[in-house]
C-alpha cells in the first residue's frame, strides 16, 4: 500500500513538473532561427529609419539575434510608431504579435485593452467663486462651487472626442444647486484641409468681447497664417436676446485671424442672430474687428470696435493692457490686466465681459461702459486665484444706472 501510494506521488509530481515547464514561457534568450521572418521585419525597419538598432548605431543583419534582442528593437520601432505610414505600422504591429511575451517581459505594453485605457484621458477643475454687486438700488453676493471633469477619448489618428460634465452648487443660499449636465459633447478632426468641429462646445471668436459662450453647431476652419472659421447653429445664450417664445437662436458665424508678424495680430468676426419669428424682431448683424500687439515680452495691448445693424446703440469699444500672465503649471506666475469698454447692448450677445448684468434692468441688456482691472496668481503648481473689479454704467438711451463689481476666485486644476 505504502508502494502505490509513493508511485501516485511520484506520478502527480512528474506530471506536475512537466506541465510547468510545457506552461512556462519560451526562454527569452533563445536564438532566432537564422531564416525567420522577423529577421527581413526588422532589416527594413532599419533602412526606413524607425530603428536604429544596436547601440552603436547599426543593424547587424548578418548575426543570430536572441528574442530578448529582437523584442528591444522592436519596442524601439513601436515608440516611434507614429512616424510611420500604415504599411510599416503593419509590418511593427505583427513583429510585436510574434514577440509579446519578451515585450512584455520589456515591460512594454502590447495588448489592446491596455491600449483603449491609454486611449481615453479624464482632466478637471473645481473653482470656489466669490462675486458681489453693488449696483444703485440692487445688491447680489453670489458664492458657488462649480466642479467640471473633461473626457477626451482618441478616436482614430486624426478625430477625436471630447465631453464635459458640469455641476455648480450655490453655497450661499439653498435650493440653488444646478443639476450635473454635458454642457460639452463634440467631435474634432480633419476633413482634406478642413478642421472641424461639431457638436456643443465654447466658442471666442476674434477677441470675445462680442461672443464668448458655449454654442451647439458645426464649425469648419482652414488656413494658416491667414486663418478663417465658419460656424453654423444654435445660441445658448437666448435670455439675453428678445426671445419670449424660450427657443434657442440660429446663428452664423464667419471668422478671419491674420498675423502680420509674431508681434501684431489681426482678427475680425461676423455674427449673424435669427431671433424667434414670432416677435417681429429684425435679425441681428453684428461686427467685431480689432488687434492686438506685443510692446515687450511683458506687455500686450489689445483694441476692438463693434458695429450692429439696430437702429441706435449700436456700437462699441474696448481696449485692453496686459501684463505677464499667470500658468497653472508655474508656481509663483501671475498677470494682471486693466481693460476699458464702452458697448451698447446690441454689440453683447453673451461677452467674455460678464459684467454687464451688474447694471442689467430686470434682465434686459443695456450695454455697459466703465473699466476693469484684474490680477491671476498662481499660489501653487495646478491652481490659479483670480481677482478682480470692475466700475460700470448703463449705456442706454434714457437709462440711468451704475454698479461695481467685485470678483474673487480660487481653481484648482487636476
Sequence with gaps: MKRQTAMALAAVFAMSVAGTALAAPANPFVDVPAKHWSYDAVSKLAQSGVVSGYGDGTYKG???????????????????????DAETQKTIDALAAEYG??????????????????????????????????????????QALRTRLIVKGKINDEWTYTGRLQNVQNLRTTGGEDPTSLNWAFVQGKVGVFDVTAGRYDVKPAYGVALDDTVDGINVGFGNKLKANLFAGKDHYSE?????????????????????????????AY????????LNEDNAKLYEVGMDYQLTPSLNIQGVYLKSNADDDDKGYAAKLSY?????????????????????????????????????????GVGAKGYEIGVTYAPMKNALWTTSYADLEATATGVDRDGTYFRSQLEFFF
Design 62 to 84: 548578418d548575426k543570430t539575434m536572441t528574442r530578448y534582442e529582437m523584442a528591444t528593437i522592436i519596442a524601439k520601432a513601436m515608440a516611434n510608431s507614429e512616424k510611420v
Design 324 to 364: 505677464k500672465g499667470a500658468s497653472a503649471k508655474n508656481k509663483g506666475s501671475f498677470g494682471m490686466w486693466a481693460a476699458y469698454r464702452n458697448q451698447d447692448a446690441s454689440t453683447m450677445l453673451s461677452s467674455t465681459y460678464d459684467y454687464d448684468q451688474v447694471i442689467s434692468a430686470a434682465g434686459a
Design 101 to 142: 511575451a519578451e515585450l512584455n517581459n520589456l515591460g512594454v505594453r502590447v495588448d489592446n485593452l491596455e491600449k483603449k485605457i491609454d486611449n481615453v484621458t479624464i482632466t478637471g477643475v473645481i473653482r470656489a467663486r466669490y462675486d458681489n454687486n453693488e449696483t444703485a438700488k440692487i445688491g447680489d453676493m453670489q
Design 271 to 278: 455674427f449673424g442672430v435669427d431671433y424667434n419669428k414670432t
Design 240 to 268: 439675453i436676446a428678445p426671445n419670449a417664445a424660450n427657443d434657442r437662436n440660429n446663428t452664423y458665424i464667419a471668422s478671419l485671424a491674420y498675423s502680420f508678424s509674431k508681434k501684431l495680430n489681426a482678427k475680425a
